[in-house]
């Protein structure tokens, strides 16, 4: 079993829907819980970080945390075109940093 | 401030060959993390170096090694290269090892083909 499972998608939605991202993850230790953005040819990019349960809220971004159920989330508001990337969960305890596989995400326009 | 970079941008070597990829850490930051990133798949975790010392390795064979220097630039070294040592691989920095567990800086990455 990984460490952090992650749907690869592709995810195909229209402009302005709401975009759900989801992983699971299996260690306990994990005590950081990150999203990425990655867009083609390039490196990953932050965009939330938390270390708690709960909601976690940024601009059109809302992550959330549930430590019981070993499961979190990443919430697009009205996404957009250029919201289309790959979004990677992530997570961390002892300074190493394990990652999903990535969801891909088309937002059409 | 200076972000990650890292060079060369893309590289194609032969299998049983040698490899030598770089990365400059963003300015302030003195911990480095190398990951491989096959296709289609998230980063793997191959080491880190905290103030020119390996902190941590993943499950990658001793063939792949790396150094970090006092100006905290690092390189990632492949011995005896493989068909499927093929991927891009990321270097990310940090300016601690605590931020290591919160915010990655990554470099957008040497895209190596293994013929």
């Known amino acids: 079993q990984k460490e952090v499972e992650q749907d690869p998608g592709p995810l195909s939605v229209p402009e302005g829907a709401i975009v759900s991202l989801n992983c699971t993850y299996s260690?306990?230790?994990?005590?950081?819980f990150m999203w990425y953005r990655q867009y083609s040819r390039k490196g990953p990019e932050l965009l939330m970080y938390t270390y708690s349960s709960g909601n976690k809220e940024d601009g059109r971004f809302t992550a959330q945390v549930d430590k019981s159920s070993k499961y979190i989330s990443l919430f697009i508001r009205d996404s957009q075109p250029s919201d289309s990337a790959t979004y990677l969960c992530?997570?961390?305890?002892?300074?190493?940093?394990?990652f999903g596989a990535g969801t891909r995400l088309f937002v059409k326009a | 401030e200076t972000g990650v970079t890292q060079s060369p941008t893309h590289l194609i070597k032969t299998r049983g060959q040698q490899v030598t990829l770089r990365c400059s850490s963003q300015?302030?930051?003195?911990?480095v993390s190398w990951y491989q990133q096959a296709l289609g798949q998230g980063p793997q975790f191959i080491f880190q170096?905290?103030?020119?010392?390996?902190?941590g390795r993943g499950n990658f064979p001793p063939r792949f090694s790396g150094l970090q220097f006092p100006n905290y630039s690092s390189e990632l070294n492949v011995n005896a290269l493989e068909l499927d040592d093929s991927a891009l691989y990321l270097c990310?920095?940090?300016?601690?090892?605590?931020?290591?567990?919160?915010?990655?800086?990554f470099g957008s990455g040497t895209q190596l083909s293994v013929l």
């Open positions: 170096y905290y103030r020119e010392e390996e902190n």
């Open positions: 260690n306990s230790a994990f005590q950081y």
């Open positions: 990310a920095s940090s300016r601690d090892l605590q931020e290591t567990n919160e915010k990655l800086f």
């Open positions: 300015s302030g930051h003195n911990t």
């Open positions: 992530a997570m961390a305890g002892g300074f190493k940093t394990i």
